[in-house]
């Protein structure tokens, strides 16, 4: 929602993109630890928990393919 604000997407938008990835990546490395720990991996990635929380990772890595959208 900020970035529809012109004014905040220019002052903070170089810092808001670094919370984005910096979560995304610690986001993504508790997914990968989670599936490490449990007894059964497959079991957690098709459960609906572990299809959600594939679902959220995948979107800032499109923003590299597609940088409009990302601004």
Not at 8 to 30: Q, Y
Not at 32 to 54: E, F, H, K, Q
């Amino acid at each position: 929602m900020l970035e529809s604000l012109q004014d905040l997407a220019v002052l903070h938008g170089r810092m808001r993109r670094g919370f984005e990835w910096g979560f995304t990546l610690l986001f993504m490395a508790e997914y990968v630890v989670r599936i490490l720990c449990v007894r059964r991996p497959l079991g957690y990635v098709t459960s609906s928990y572990g299809v959600v929380d594939l679902l959220a990772i995948p979107p800032t890595y499109l923003s590299l393919l597609f940088p409009a959208g990302s601004r």
